[in-house]
């Protein structure tokens, strides 16, 4: 009867060496796209409070302000008799338009949860990533080398930083609900819910849900990743 043959072992796998160069120039990169999403999310931050600032006006009907939309309609449609600019300004639906700035206000606001996501991602990531890349390079604990998103940052911030996603949030939350109050305040206007404008109220009481409900999931990301979210990291 022939022996049971032995079973084979699989041959140990020597892991491969680690190239830091490639791991490096790979942390500089990310560290790039992560600085140009930084600068796009201050961008929208900008376009998001300009276009609040200019609805709220419309809104809260500064003549001012009206003249100078109408003046602006009036000169891209070659518009010149001043008859017909008085007319059109009588006459313009306004509360259509502010409905488009509420459109664009709802873009505005997920532009800006999406891209602040993207950026304090990025930045955890390079977090950890710099902690990988000490422990090959064998770095000493006391080198502050590749710790410029980690334990460095974290142990440098001011005070202000810290409350900077705070000013944000109520930033945010000091220009948009006004105005979505204001807007739909308006929509219950007589005037503006005879057939088809109520469709409006409808459109804008569902963008407007959208809106804040962005705005939250803005709130609640920027408190809770902002954090060292490695024990490493954590230098008090």
């Known amino acids: 009867m022939a022996k049971p043959s032995k079973p084979v072992s699989e041959p140990e796998v020597t892991p491969a060496p680690v190239n830091v160069d490639i791991l490096a120039g790979h942390y500089q990169k990310t560290f790039e796209v992560t600085n140009e999403n930084l ?23 500064v003549p001012t302000a009206d003249a100078l939309i109408v003046a602006a309609i009036a000169k891209f449609l070659g518009i010149t008799d001043e008859t ?32 602040n ?15 990988e890349i000490r422990g090959h390079m064998h770095l000493p ?27 944000y ?3 945010l939350f000091i220009i948009l609900i006004p105005f979505i109050a204001f807007k739909i305040q308006a929509d219950f206007n007589p005037e503006n819910l005879a057939w088809p404008t109520w ?9 407007s849900l959208m809106t804040i409900s962005y705005w939250w999931e803005y709130s609640y990301s920027s408190i809770n990743l902002d954090k060292p ?3 490493a990291e954590k230098t008090g």
Request: proline share 1%; no cysteine.
């Open 84 to 115: 017909a600019k008085a007319t059109l300004q009588t006459s313009f639906p306004f509360h259509i338009l502010l409905s488009g700035f509420l459109v664009v206000m709802f873009y505005f606001i997920q532009r800006l949860y999406s891209t």
């Open 169 to 171: 949030i109520i930033v």
């Open 141 to 167: 604990t006391d080198s502050i080398a590749f710790t410029r998103e980690g334990g460095f940052y974290w142990g440098k911030r001011r005070m202000m930083q810290k409350a900077s996603k705070w000013l």
């Open 199 to 207: 469709i409006i109220l409808t459109v804008d009481v569902i963008v």
């Open 39 to 61: 600068k796009e999310r201050n961008k929208i931050f900008v376009l998001l409070v300009l276009t609040a600032g200019i609805g709220l006006m419309l809104l809260l009907r």
């Open 229 to 231: 979210k490695m024990s």
């Open 117 to 131: 996501l993207s950026v304090m991602r990025n930045f955890m990531y390079l977090g950890a990533l710099e902690k």
